[in-house]
C-alpha cells in the first residue's frame, strides 16, 4: 500500500520559517520526481519546488530564494525548507511522487496547512 504523508504545517509570523516533510512508503517504481505543490482557497494547485533523481532542482519564481528542496533518494524522502514566509505563501501544501516512463505513476499526500499571519 502506497503512502505519502507530509508534516511539519503549522502558523507562523511573516518573516519566519517552517520545514515540511514528506515521506514515501510501499513505493514499488523508481521515483523519478518529489515535489512541492500549494493550493490556497479560491486557486489553482501550483508546483512550488520540484526535485528529480538526478538532483535537479527547481522553483516557482515566487519562492526562488527564500524556499530550498532537499531530497534522500535512498529514504523515499524530501523536505521543504521555507524561509522569510509571507502571508501569499499561506496555503495547503502537498507532496507528489511521480515515477519515470511516458506514462507515469503519480502520488499524493493528504497535504498540511501552512499560515502565515500576525
Known amino acids: 500500500q502506497v503512502q505519502v504523508v507530509e508534516s511539519g504545517g503549522g502558523l507562523v509570523q511573516p518573516g519566519g520559517s517552517l520545514r515540511l516533510s514528506c515521506a514515501a512508503s510501499g513505493i514499488i517504481f523508481r521515483i523519478y520526481v518529489m515535489a512541492w505543490y500549494r493550493q490556497a482557497p479560491g486557486r489553482q494547485r501550483e508546483l512550488v519546488a520540484a526535485a528529480t533523481s538526478g538532483g535537479s532542482t527547481n522553483y516557482a519564481d515566487s519562492v526562488k530564494g527564500r524556499f530550498a528542496i532537499s531530497r534522500d533518494n535512498a529514504k523515499n524522502t524530501v523536505d521543504l525548507q521555507m524561509n522569510s514566509l509571507k502571508h501569499e505563501d499561506t496555503a495547503v501544501y502537498y507532496c507528489?511522487?511521480?515515477?519515470?516512463?511516458?506514462?507515469?505513476?503519480?502520488?499524493w499526500g493528504q497535504g498540511t496547512q501552512v499560515t502565515v499571519s500576525s
Open positions: 507528489k511522487v511521480e515515477s519515470a516512463g511516458l506514462v507515469p505513476v503519480v502520488y
